[in-house]
């Protein structure tokens, strides 16, 4: 299995147990990194790529049609079908759409899976598949032994919804509410993060990808933050290797625009005094190092 790093840890969970072998390839600005994903794949022989390429979870990025059509032969030449997980795609807030990879796909390589739960009924399971039909037939199978069936009213409540024209309507409704909500987020971080941190700035999607200056670990940040009612996801946990402890993911879709400004604004001073005790105490273990010369 070769995949993203980092990643949706959901996918981690499936995919990186123990036991499994898995191979970490980085995520660059445009998505995953194709020179190293060849190298690999010319080296170790993979079943499957599992991508996030339109507003990946965590960093935000989108692949561009370009990288899209070289994955696509990247995965044709080493024969490895793709998992495309598209979750996100109807989140879009600006730029133009992007054809998912499926639209691309001339060798049957791709399996596209999504879900409503990204535009707003996470509580309904319900998502689907499309992929070349002996896939799917495998994978019916798989389902049976697992769970028999997906709910059937859950399935026809948002049959019904979408037949009677309101899903369309919902999910221009949800677009423009987290669209605001990810522009206050954008101009809450610009106004009180400090100079030395830097951010995703996703065309769409649910959350900001934020690297802070080296000394701040996240998953100590979080215990702070959550003590004056502000959570995130600390970064750790969307990396199958090498973790980075000063990364954090921001969700601007669970609050309005006025508390996700309280939040950061929280979150911002919590860091610069973090930063300012760093410093203070980098300083004073400098001082003590110091000889006398004269
Ligand atoms: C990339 C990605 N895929 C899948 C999921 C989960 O989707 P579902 O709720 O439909 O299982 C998530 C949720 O965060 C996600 O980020």
Redesign the pocket.
């Known amino acids: 299995m070769a995949l993203e790093n980092p990643t949706?840890p959901?996918?981690l969970s499936v995919f990186c147990g123990t036991g499994s072998k898995y191979i970490s390839v980085p995520v660059g600005e445009n998505g995953i990194d194709l020179n190293v994903l060849e190298d690999v794949l010319s080296q170790r022989r993979a079943k499957l790529i599992y991508v996030?390429p339109s507003f990946h979870?965590p960093t935000g990025v989108t692949m561009n049609v370009a990288a899209r059509r070289r994955l696509i032969e990247i995965a044709g030449q080493f024969r490895v079908p793709i998992i495309e997980?598209d979750?996100y795609r109807e989140l879009r807030y600006n730029g133009p759409d992007i054809p998912p990879l499926k639209a691309l796909d001339e060798h049957g390589m791709v399996i596209y899976i999504s879900?409503f739960?990204k535009v707003g009924f996470?509580g309904l399971r319900v998502?689907w598949i499309a992929a070349p039909r002996v896939v799917i037939d495998h994978l019916n199978r798989a389902k049976q032994r697992s769970d028999l069936h997906a709910s059937l009213l859950a399935q026809a409540a948002i049959f019904e919804f979408a037949r009677r024209g309101l899903l369309t309507k919902h999910i221009k409704r949800v677009k423009k509410a987290y669209s605001q909500r990810r522009d206050a987020m954008l101009e809450a971080l610009e106004k009180h993060f400090p100079d030395d941190a830097s951010w995703s700035r996703p065309d769409g999607g649910m959350s900001v990808w934020v690297r802070l200056p080296q000394s701040v670990n996240t998953s100590q940040l979080l215990v702070q933050a959550i003590e004056s009612g502000v959570t995130f996801v600390s970064g750790e946990h969307f990396y199958s290797s090498s973790p980075r402890q000063n990364m954090m993911r921001l969700s601007f879709t669970m609050a309005g625009p006025q508390a996700i400004e309280q939040a950061v604004k929280q979150l911002g001073s919590m860091i610069k005094a973090r930063l300012l005790k760093s410093r203070k105490e980098r300083s004073v273990r400098r001082t003590d190092g110091l000889r006398a010369l004269v």
Do not use: E, R, W
């Open positions: 949706y959901g996918a996030v979870n997980d979750i879900s739960s996470p998502g």
